[in-house]
Structure formats: structure tokens, C-alpha cells
């Protein structure tokens, strides 16, 4: 792997006119180098240093990209003097990845994806980092203005309210969205604007490999609408998952190899916050392999729906059902993935996850989650019960049922706003009741014994086979 770095330094002076103050001078840097194609996906640390007296930080990439069919991507971010190593982030002040080649740090504000704060004395490093490249490798340059003047009145963080209310209920959500904080192409008012029209109860934000959006969204209208702060931990070689109910200003690093053993680190400050770790569509590679490489038994959630249904969603659904007939309770979830409202198949709100809470809340919903009291569905209006009944009991989804060996029990099943469907019940033994739903509001009542099931869940699927619905599993303990 070749690295080549140059440095050319121009200083620009200013002279303050009439303010009383003297400004420092203000300098442009210029680096350039070449990273060959042996450097796919390693990281690069560009130095930069910053005297006393700058206020602001413009960064502008340039490289060469095209290589018909094959392309460069070159992703950025930056790090202040506190430091930029994983084991010691504080110094993070923002990602963009590949979705820009330029942006801006200063006091009150900062380009989106990046973090806004005074722009300290010394040692920065400009990360860069390909995600794709062509043999001849990339050839490429910062151009850093470092400018100074008088610091406007500091960025204050601003979260979003945790709470809308504390009524007990099903609540339909987005795991997984992004905006002009990554690579979306909405801003947050208008992500907000749009899950309100479709009537979802919340979002979670999901930014890639920053959290600038988070300590944002309480500037903006969100009248009725839950945002829960999370983080698209991402890294292209080992694949993405999702740190959902963070706080604010949490920040999760995503520059460590499966073989360095800090996944369980990473998981840990997420639980820490009171939050979930989600692995993001684990069959994104169109060859249909599993293109996660961490440790998934570390995490709570799978994500088995992303986007319109498709065969990879459908290979991620058997792979977690594997999960499941293993004994292992992943939670499973469903998302969009949404960057823009029109133009791809990951439309806000297909899929929807539904939850059962005690309130409109963080804690609520990411407890009901926790709990698999959650079905997914890409229909606005569809509604499922499932519940198990036998003597007392009645346990509904995430829920355990207490049999003794032979003992009946029955299986009580609502499907709402679904017509012309077909109804699946599955256990770890496989599909064990096929029906046909032909009105909109149907009730199904199947009896079983608990001589072999460990859990039951159910699917809706239309005539074509595509998936509707599937509900988390409701279990069985059977003494």
C-alpha cells in the first residue's frame, strides 16, 4: 500500500477595518497525495495545523473519480487537538463520508454532518478513507482555509423532547432514515414533515458515522412526532448496524476490524445509553451472502426488512428464522433506510415497525422493542393481534407461555386492513397452519399442544409470495 502526501502552504493576510480588533492572519493549506488501490479501505489521517486565532474551517476535496464502470469514492471527516484515535474519539467533529467534498466548522454552525464548536489551537487530522477504487488508485487534495476573525456566540445543543406522552398503545415507526446530515437528500424539517403526512407516531435518526443531526432536531417542528437519536455505525468493509436510542451527544466509532474485538465496547455504550444495537440488511450484497462481519450474536436486533421486499430481505427473514430455531431471541425489525421521498424503493414508512408501548417515548419504545413486542409491516393501516391463551394465561408478542408437556393451548389471531392475503404460522419446527384472509378484518382461532413449538410467529404475504406483514414470536416454556 502506497501513501504519498505534499504539503504547500499559502498565507493569506487580512486586516481588520474599523472593529478595533486585530485579526490573526488567516492561511489556506494545500495537501495532496496518492493512495494506490492496494489502500481500499484504509484510513489516512491528513495533518493540519491551526495557530491561535482562527475561527473558522473550510475543507475542500478533490480526486479523480471515474473509471468507467469502476469509480473512486473518497469519504472525509475531521478531528480536533483532542484526539482522533478509536480508543479515544473526543476529538470528533464530524463525517460526511462520500455525500461531500466540502464543508465548514465555526462556532454557531457547521456544514450538516459535522459538528459546530470553537475551533481550538493545534493539531487537527482530516480522516480519508476509500470505499471504492480503480487500479491506477486516487489522486488527491485538501485545500484547508483556516480563517480568522471574531467568534460568533457558540452552538448550543438542542435535543429533541423524549417524551410525547405516556398512553399505552401501539405505535407505528421508522428505524432507519437519513437526511442531509449523511447521504440523504431531505432536511430534517422536511423528513419531519413527510412522517408526519404518512402518520407515523416516530423516526429514528440514523446517520452515517456522525451524530450532528442529534444535537439538532429540537430546533425544529416536531410537534406529535417521537425522534429518537441513533447512529448508522458503518463501515464499508464489514458491514452496518444501527445504534438506536442514543443520547444526543453520543458518539459511536466505527473504525475497528471484527478481529479487534471492540464491537462488545461499542454495544456496550449504546446499552449504557439505554439503547439498542440492530444489524442493518445483512444480505445487502447482491450475491446474497451475508455481508456482516461482526459478531452477530452480540447484538439485540436484526433488521430482516429494508426497503421494498426483495430477495435479499428474504434471505435476511430465513436467516434470522435460523436465529430463532437456535434459540437465540433477535428481535426483529423493519425499516426504510429512506435518503430521498421519491426516486428509489426506500420510501419512509415501507416498511413501518409497530410497536407495543407504555407511552410515546424513548425508553418506552426502545423497551417494547427490547421486549419483541413489535410486528413490521409495509401497510399504513394494517393491524395484527396475536396472542396465546391456556387456563389464565393470555401472553401476546415477546411474551412467554407457561405449558406442561401435552398441555392445549390456543392461538388467537387478528389480521385488520388486509384482504386477499395469506396467513402463515411458524415455529421452529416450521410452517405449521396456512390460511387465506379474505375480508379486512378477520379473527382466527387455531389449537394446539405444547408437545413442540418453542415459539410461534406469524407472516402475511400476498399472492405473489411478497411479504406484508411478519410479527416478532410470542414463546413457549414447556416443563
Not at 385488520?416 to 384472509?437: E, F, R, Y
Request: proline share 4%; glycine share 8%.
Amino acid at each position: 500500500m502506497l501513501y504519498i502526501i505534499k504539503n504547500s502552504i499559502i498565507l493569506i493576510i487580512f486586516l481588520s477595518i474599523g472593529t478595533g480588533v486585530c485579526a490573526q492572519d488567516s492561511s489556506i493549506v494545500i495537501k495532496t497525495g496518492h493512495i494506490d488501490s492496494s489502500g481500499l479501505f484504509k484510513l489516512l489521517y491528513v495533518p493540519i495545523a491551526v495557530p491561535a486565532g482562527i475561527t473558522k474551517i473550510e475543507v475542500k476535496e478533490s480526486y479523480n473519480e471515474s473509471g468507467n464502470p469502476d469509480k473512486n469514492v473518497l469519504n472525509m471527516g475531521i478531528y480536533d487537538p483532542r484526539g482522533y484515535t478509536p480508543a479515544n474519539p473526543l476529538g470528533f467533529r464530524g463525517w460526511s463520508g462520500g455525500a461531500k467534498k466540502e464543508f465548514f466548522i465555526q462556532a454557531d454552525q457547521a456544514s450538516t454532518g459535522y459538528i459546530p464548536g470553537k475551533i481550538q489551537k493545534g493539531l487537527w487530522n482530516i480522516l480519508i478513507y476509500p470505499s471504492t477504487i480503480i487500479p491506477a488508485g486516487i489522486d488527491w487534495k485538501l485545500e484547508v482555509k483556516l480563517i480568522a476573525g471574531k467568534d460568533n456566540n457558540e452552538f448550543k445543543v438542542s435535543p429533541t423532547p423524549k417524551s410525547i406522552n405516556n398512553k399505552p398503545g401501539w405505535y407505528r415507526g421508522d428505524l432507519h432514515t437519513h437526511t442531509l446530515h449523511s447521504d440523504g437528500k431531505r432536511t430534517q424539517q422536511e423528513l419531519i414533515d413527510e412522517a408526519k403526512e404518512k402518520h407515523l407516531d416516530f423516526i429514528i435518526s440514523t446517520e452515517h458515522n456522525t451524530n450532528s443531526a442529534n444535537i439538532s432536531w429540537g430546533l425544529y417542528n416536531t410537534e406529535n412526532l417521537l425522534i429518537i437519536n441513533g447512529e448508522e455505525v458503518t463501515s464499508t468493509q464489514y458491514g452496518h448496524w444501527n445504534a438506536i436510542g442514543l443520547n444526543a451527544d453520543t458518539y459511536i466509532d466505527w473504525r475497528f476490524t471484527p478481529e479487534q474485538n471492540r464491537i462488545g465496547q461499542m454495544i456496550s455504550k449504546v446499552h449504557n445509553n439505554g439503547g439498542l444495537s440492530v444489524i442493518n440488511h445483512p444480505f445487502f450484497n447482491v450475491k446474497y451472502i451475508n455481508s456482516f462481519y461482526y459478531d452477530a450474536d452480540l447484538f439485540d436486533c436484526i433488521e430482516v426488512w429494508n426497503g421494498t421486499w426483495n430477495g435479499l430481505n428474504d434471505r435476511a427473514l430465513k436467516w434470522w428464522d435460523e436465529q430463532l430455531r437456535q434459540g437465540k431471541k433477535k428481535i426483529a425489525i423493519g425499516a426504510s433506510d429512506t435518503h430521498k421521498k421519491a426516486g428509489s424503493p426506500n420510501y419512509l414508512g415501507v416498511p413501518q415497525t409497530v410497536v407495543y408501548a407504555s407511552g410515546l417515548s424513548k425508553n418506552a419504545i426502545i423497551n417494547g422493542i427490547k421486549q419483541g413486542k413489535a410486528y413490521v409491516t409495509s401497510m399504513d393501516d394494517m393491524d395484527i393481534n396475536l396472542s396465546l391463551t391456556a387456563e389464565s394465561q393470555n401472553v401476546g408478542l415477546g411474551d412467554t407461555l407457561l405449558l406442561k408437556a401435552g398441555q392445549r393451548f390456543n392461538i388467537l389471531l387478528r389480521v385488520k386492513n388486509c384482504p386477499d392475503t395469506i396467513v402463515t404460522l411458524h415455529s421452529a419446527l416450521g410452517i405449521l397452519k396456512t390460511i387465506a384472509i379474505k375480508t379486512s378484518d378477520e379473527s382466527i382461532n387455531w389449537k394446539l399442544n405444547g408437545d413442540a413449538p418453542t415459539f410461534l410467529r406469524v407472516e402475511v404475504r400476498n399472492a405473489q409470495g411478497d411479504l406484508l406483514a411478519l410479527t416478532n414470536p410470542a414463546w413457549l416454556n414447556i416443563n
